[in-house]
Nanobody
Framework: QVQLVESGGGLVQPGGSLRLSCAAS????????MGWYRQAPGKQRELVAS???????YYADSVKGRFTISRDNAKNTGNLQMNSLKPEDTAVYYC?????????????WGQGTQVTVSS
């Protein structure tokens, strides 16, 4: 069983920055996908950004140009650099990782970290 441990959330003023980190408790090199999702109160969980083991990235339109996702394949860690934060970025952010082992697919979620953007 792989565990994802997130860190880096907190309270920040509009226009500020935060960096979220996600560490997977495995040396398994088969984690081909890491993503960050968020869920605001009363809203559905949405994909914010993702990155594959080959470096392909995806960003939601709402965060393009402000957020940057990165990962260290050797360490199975992922980061989300969030700049120019807005109040509408306030949410619980979840790390997601997907692994293939032969024909078997596994998906893991972190416990979530709160990001609050407020003056």
């Amino acid at each position: 069983q792989v565990q994802l441990v997130e860190s880096g959330g907190g309270l920040v003023q509009p226009g500020g920055s935060l960096r979220l980190s996600c560490a997977a408790s495995t040396n398994d090199r088969n984690i081909y996908y890491m993503g960050w999702y968020r869920q605001a109160p009363g809203k559905q969980r949405e994909l914010v950004a993702s990155i594959t083991d080959s470096g392909s990235t995806y960003y939601a339109d709402s965060v393009k140009g402000r957020f940057t996702i990165s990962r260290d394949n050797a360490k199975n860690t992922g980061n989300l650099q969030m700049n120019s934060l807005k109040p509408e970025d306030t949410a619980v952010y979840y790390c997601n990782a997907r692994r293939l082992q032969g024909a078997l697919f596994y998906e893991y979620w972190g416990q979530g970290t709160q990001v609050t953007v407020s003056s």
